[in-house]
């Protein structure tokens, strides 16, 4: 069965900090790269953070030094550490597993997505 499980999301005060889980089931885990995607009100959807099956990673700029993505591979989940948060990185965060190997891979199958809102 495929299925992505996002979790870890909520509201926080600007400059706080959260991190995000994706559970992953394990044919749509091993061997790929896996990334967060997030898409505010009105927008489209936006790349965050990916990171290849052997651990290269790729970021946005207006995210770099701010976000850490991770994978733990014993237990099929990847991570998101968001950082001195904005009200900018409001949004619906998506978690991804894309269609190969490496993070210039295009996404393949996508969670059901969870809410942050940075808001004082």
């Known amino acids: 069965q495929v299925q992505l499980v996002e979790s870890g999301g909520g509201l926080v005060q600007p400059g706080g900090s959260l991190r995000l889980s994706c559970a992953a089931s394990g044919s749509i885990f091993v061997f790929r790269a896996m990334g967060w995607y997030r898409q505010a009100p009105g927008k489209q959807r936006e790349l965050v953070a990916r990171?290849?099956?052997?651990?290269?990673?790729n970021y946005a700029d207006s995210v770099k030094g701010r976000f850490t993505i991770s994978r733990d591979n014993t237990k099929n989940t990847v991570y998101l550490q968001m950082n001195s948060l904005k009200p900018e990185d409001t949004a619906v965060y998506y978690c991804?597993?894309?269609?190969?190997?490496?993070?210039?891979?295009?996404?393949?199958?996508w969670g059901q997505g969870t809410q942050v809102t940075v808001s004082s």
């Open positions: 990171i290849s099956w052997g651990g290269a990673i």
């Open positions: 991804t597993s894309l269609d190969g190997r490496t993070w210039d891979s295009p996404p393949r199958y």
